[in-house]
């Protein structure tokens, strides 16, 4: 992923998620996405389960659920429940909430996210210490989720 100019902070990570599974409660997400079906009055939830890998100062596999709800407006709420196992042993929780946009004709949704990150690892305590903000993409073609993460 390149450099994101409008992004303050230090980068402290790229990743790289595939969606592995997604689970509906009704109507599928494919199915609003495309506009075959109209976003219920009440709105939609998706449990996206993904698994993939942290490149930069934060390293390692990471695998979790994004608790997704696609509000009757179109609004894309994002809840993040992420584990992060860094390649020198450690454990770290990333937690968050932000929003999507599906860009228009496009299977693409552009990621905004506010992100917390905590762990009781001496090595990694400066990650309890700031607020992370993440941007990146979710493509539900080929199921990748890019994203940076910037430490404020």
């Not at 506010?114 to 993409?137: C, D, F, H, M, P």
């Amino acid at each position: 992923m390149t450099q994101n100019a409008a992004m303050r902070g230090e980068k402290i990570y790229d990743m790289e998620l595939n969606i592995t599974g997604v689970t509906d409660y009704g109507v599928s997400m494919d199915a609003i996405l495309s506009g075959e079906e109209a976003i219920p009055l009440h709105g939609a939830r998706f449990d996206l389960a993904v698994d993939g890998q942290y490149e930069g100062r934060l390293a390692g596999h990471a695998h979790g659920v994004d608790y997704l709800r696609v509000r009757a407006d179109g609004r894309i709420e994002l809840d993040l429940h992420v584990i992060i196992d860094t390649e020198d042993g450690h454990r770290i929780a990333l937690s968050g909430d932000g929003q999507a946009a599906a860009r228009s004709g496009e299977p693409v949704l552009d990621i905004f996210a506010n992100v917390r990150l905590s762990t009781a690892s001496k090595k990694y305590a400066w990650v309890n210490e700031r607020q992370i903000w993440g941007v990146g993409t979710a493509s539900l073609a080929t199921g990748k989720v890019l994203a940076e993460g910037f430490m404020q």
